[in-house]
């Protein structure tokens, strides 16, 4: 959640305009129903669209829910995260380098500058991504190689 910098005031009806901003932003139309969201501890009140589902994103519990990032969570699940009471270690994978693939070398200025001579002379009518390819670097290092030559 992210702060707009826009602020309104309530109205002697108690009513507030929504920027027409944050309206196309979220996709509100008019005539829309949309839903409060209020988290009374923490002084916070959100606004989305209405959807009929309103119940925990974990347990699908109707009580005593609290808005956390775009998503309703109760109490108990809540608590539960906290505690990590239910929670289960995510395994990670071990990080293995393909043998397919391989470390790129290093190579001086000086060596891609002789290698792209003798291809040129060798094969004058290949193009920049051919030459590219056939020294290991990107077609914009052959071009800055052209350059040097």
């Not at 397919?100 to 003798?118: E, F, P």
């Amino acid at each position: 959640m992210r702060k707009t910098g826009m602020t309104r005031s309530l109205d002697s009806l108690g009513r507030i305009v929504i920027p027409i901003e944050i309206r196309a932003n979220m996709g509100i139309e008019i005539n829309e129903p949309l839903e409060f969201y209020a988290d009374v501890e923490t002084g916070f009140m959100g606004l989305g669209k209405y959807s009929n589902w309103t119940s925990c994103k974990l347990c699908n519990s109707i009580q005593n829910l609290s808005y956390f990032k775009s998503s309703l969570l109760c109490k108990q699940c809540i608590l539960d995260m906290k505690g990590n009471i239910g929670v289960s270690p995510v395994p990670v994978a071990a990080s293995k380098v393909p043998a397919d693939k391989k470390y790129k070398v290093h190579q001086s200025t000086l060596q891609l500058l002789k290698g792209l001579r003798k291809l040129m002379l060798e094969h004058p009518e290949a193009r920049q991504n051919d030459y590219a390819k056939w020294l290991g670097v990107s077609q914009s290092r052959i071009s800055q190689l052209k350059k040097f030559l």
